[in-house]
């Protein structure tokens, strides 16, 4: 997932930054897991680190100045320093892995997120490792213990519907001085699936189609609901209340799962108006499936050149909802 380029005109500098970014992480081979090494770790002096290497530069020069034995102690014990914070911020992050799982399917617009894991073979703690999406400020910090293993989650918001690649993460550190910024860059292998964005106010559920094995036993209304029901029975899961019907009836009623049977709910994209864009269609689908799902009916779902056959259930949820997710996207 490629974030958009700031205006060439109005914004050059960073126009330009981003093209040499975008170049640089194209040529990264994607993984999933990457064990961090003197080649992909990168290292440069932070700005406090430039005002210590100035300070220093003016000490040094005074002593030569006026000869002034304690300047010289003081200005090569903190160069030693400095040189020694270096050495050790680099092997913070090098041999440090990382490996990270595909997240789990969302809907455009709400959040995925990354679970990544890092591993260490090193004896001594590995403190203040920060990991992000490359280009945001949305840092999470974590240590990693001795021999041992630390979790971060990362979150981004996808746009589009779709399989879509995961963002560039990157992670650094600036431990233990703070004088130089240790980093690198890691491009994931992995994508996620996003689902359609749901409907807000959906209309109600288009008008079921009795089954050849029901069609005299059971009726279906406008209102969205099926008359298949029956009085509540002790044990009824609450999810098996109609609670619409209740409130007419002033009595616990509960679906007959047994008549609904006899039912078949088709979402069919035709059934979503003509005149609407693809996309405010497919919301609309997905925010059918959610609803059809959550009142645990039986239900199918069709679209030019794709039909799921009818059936219930979470697993029938999740692949109608990867139906719409797919429908007309461009193969990757």
Known sequence: MQAALPHPLWHPVQHARARVQHFWVSRLRPSDSITLTQRTVYILPTRPGWMLAVTLLVLLIASINYQLNLGYVLTFLLAGCAVVG????????????????????????????????????????????????????????????????????????????????????????????????????????????????????????????????????????????????????????????????????????????????????????????VSMPLEARLSRLCAWVLLANQQDFRYGLQLPGVEVAPDSGEAHKRSCLAALALYGAAPR
Request: charged share 15%.
């Open 86 to 273: 270096m050495h050790v911020c680099h092997g913070t992050l090098r041999g440090l892995t990382l490996h990270l799982t595909a997240p789990e399917p969302c809907f455009a617009g709400g959040v995925a997120s990354i679970p990544i894991y890092l591993h260490s073979q090193r004896k001594r703690t590995r403190y203040g490792i920060g990991l992000a999406v490359l280009g945001t400020q949305h840092w999470t910090w974590t240590d990693v213990p001795p021999e041992g293993s630390a979790k971060v989650t990362l979150a981004f918001h996808p746009r589009q519907r779709g399989l879509q690649a995961l963002p560039t993460l990157t992670a650094e550190t600036h431990f233990p001085m703070g004088t130089f910024r240790v980093w690198t860059v890691w491009r994931p292998a992995a994508q996620v699936l996003v689902y359609p964005t749901p409907e807000i106010h959906p209309p109600p559920l288009p008008p079921g189609e009795p089954s050849a094995a029901g069609a005299h036993t059971v009726q279906r209304h406008n209102s969205g609901e099926f008359d298949g029901v029956r009085a509540y029975r002790r044990g009824d899961p609450l999810k098996m209340v109609v609670w619409k019907k209740m409130a007419k009836a002033d009595q616990l009623v509960s679906r007959d799962t047994q008549q609904a049977q006899h039912f078949e709910l088709w979402l069919d994209l035709q059934h979503t108006g």
